[in-house]
């Protein structure tokens, strides 16, 4: 395989393969001597092999021929040197020299990452923010990053005991001190985080527990339905707010965020194409003059890796057949970690399309970087006689750190503007919805029974409009008030003159059979004891049935109300008999009962009773056709569940099945003189009293009355 150090590199990969192929985070170099001690031509050294020993003496270790160089001074990084005699037969016949540097890595470089498989890129990432300085006593060796340890030498010995124990505070920057051998001691720094930096941590965590509650609320209302979820409008018009504010700030986050990246990487390749075109400018003279073989390629070598490490990147140099000439860090070629040869893509561009510049994405593995490639011409023709590869990795970091920062920055200005925009559209709502808030108070004091103010609005507006429709409905509704009250007077007039008449008509009726039958006992019988006896109970039952229509008329004058419910213990066994007892004679028809013994006490008005009670008897035997005798049976027990059962059975023709829904509706008759009110007026005394009354009927065998009242 073709190599641009071959000679070298042949003794270097075998030594390497043999007896070094696991240190990998050193840099090799491998220096041959011939038995005189003198470097061979191509090795690029000046100084013999016994020179060497004697000047690096002092860093002799017990090892035979190993020395370890490990002064931390300038951009020095610790050294092994290990001298070796090459005997043949007893014969020293040459000597080789084997140079070990402990790799540093290089913040721009991408070839670190390549050369070792353990460091990852985040150890690259995580050192720029920090600054270091390696001391030994009060004298400082060697120093990383931006702080100028120098200035604030006075700073750190005054608080020296303090940055071992838990860091100091100087100049915007946070100190710790940790201490080594021999007095050495590295002070390690980093910047005091800003306001703005922590300010964005609290913006962060307070858009995540936004977002998580937004989340969370988005969840349930999706498991729960959207109906269900009911915001009020004051709610909704904070959504709005919020949303419509939201919506366009994240919009502009993307949008900015995508143009920093854009610009960035422009902006970037701009930069690395320009470093590579004065690089090439330098690169010209020597290229040129290693093509006419007026240099060695060692001393092209030499300017390559000078010109690399002034501007603190890697360089590689293709001839203009696409092969490696040099390159700062071959060692990435020789582990066949890259071709030696160009790309193919940039090559095209450079030489066949005369490109100037051509920065192309390369990916080795799975890292990925960039290649400036530019071509370079001749100072004296101007023909291109190489081209320039400048690969660097530093531009997906410095990206994300812009993009980072860029963020933060919105983020803080969001948090902020977002924690005023919820009080302001707090306040902005409640303004809104006070109208509707003072609209909603009115309706809810409308009422019939008193005068309802009317609102005061000083706008034509769109609650203006309201406001005046309210108003206009306030002047309808007074007057459908006095129309509603003059029509309810006239109808309650009408329904008590309808219920006075049927109470009136109730006791009437037995009273007349009363008086007719005193007239028949008095002309049969004459006058007697036995016959005076059964005079005055049918004048006491007179007197009873008298005071109830006087109390009738006292409610009547009242407003024509029906006599006022008064709860009562009583025995509703015996008001049964006695109702009985008023319709149980032979003109009417025969009653049959079966009250079971005892004393049924239960809580109920008894007139109202009485009276459900008079109502349903009478319909019973009106219920009987004129060419049928009358059979009622009432029965009284009491339940399991303690309370009285009631029975009231006749044998009339039944209630037809289209009209039972009606039975206790007001107004409902099916008699020509009925006024309707007979057993609506039943089933509320019966009610009253905590009762249920219900019936089973069946046409042309009669007709069953249930009623169940709770014992007391």
Known sequence: MFSPFASKLIIEKKIRREYLNNLDKFDIQIFVFNSRGEPFEQFNLNESYHSLKARLSEYKTETEGLYFINQARGQATTRYMDFIEIKDRGQVIGYVLIDLRQKRLVPNSVFPLLLNENLDAQQIEGTEQYSYGVFIGKELQYNYGAFNYRKNLDAFVEHSDKLLEKGVKIQEYYHRAYLGDNNRFVIVSSKVPTLSSRFANFSFLFLIHIFTILLILFVVAFYQGARHVKLNYSAKIQLYLNFAFFAPLVIVSIVTVSIIIQTFKTSLESQYVEFAENLSTKISGPLNNYNQQEIEKEDLTDEIFQMAEVADLDLNVFSTNGALIGSSLYQIYQNDILSNYIEPRAYIKIIEESESAFVLEEQVGQLSFKNAY??????????????????????????????????????????????????????????????????????????????????????????????????????????????????????????????????????????????????????????????????????????????????????????????????????????????????????????????????????????????????????????????????????????????????????????????????????????????????AITKKGIEHANGQIWFSSEEGVGTVFYIEIPLA
Do not use: C
């Open 374 to 679: 530019v071509g370079v011409r001749s100072y004296d023709t101007g023909e291109i006689i190489g081209i320039l590869s400048l690969p660097f990795f530093a531009s997906q970091r410095d990206l994300e750190h812009n993009i980072v920062e860029v963020l933060s920055n919105i983020i803080n200005i969001f948090t902020f503007v977002f924690i005023i925009f919820l009080f302001v559209s707090f306040l902005v709502s409640r303004g809104l919805t006070f109208p509707l808030r003072l609209i909603t108070q009115k309706i809810r004091r409308t009422t019939l029974s008193a005068f309802n103010e009317p609102l005061s609005w000083n706008s034509d507006d769109e609650i203006g409009l309201m406001v005046a429709e309210y108003n206009r409905m306030l002047v309808n509704l007074e007057h459908s008030k006095q129309a509603l009250a003059k029509s309810e007077k006239e109808s309650a007039w009408r329904e008590m003159a309808r219920q006075v008449a049927h109470e009136i008509k109730n006791p009437l009726t037995p009273m007349k059979l009363t008086l007719q039958h005193m007239k028949r006992v008095i002309d049969d019988e004459g006058s007697n004891e036995h016959s005076n006896d059964k005079k005055q109970k049918q004048i006491n039952t007179l007197l009873e049935q008298i005071e109830t229509l006087s109390d009738i008329a006292t409610s009547f004058s009242d407003f024509a109300k029906m006599p006022t419910p008064q709860l009562e213990l009583l025995d509703i066994g015996a008001l049964l008999h006695e109702t009985i007892d008023l319709y149980n004679n032979k003109e009417l028809g025969h009653i049959q009962t079966n009250i079971a013994p005892g004393v049924h006490m239960v809580e109920g008005d008894r007139k109202w009773l009485g009276r459900a009670f008079s109502n349903l008897i009478i319909n019973a035997f009106q219920a009987v056709k004129d060419d049928q005798k009358a059979r009622v049976a009432i029965h009284l027990s009491t339940t399991a569940r303690h309370r009285v059962h009631i029975e009231i059975i006749d044998n009339g023709s039944g209630i037809p099945a289209h009209i039972r829904d009606q039975v206790f509706t007001p107004n409902f008759s099916t008699k020509y003189t009925g006024s309707g009110l007979g057993l």
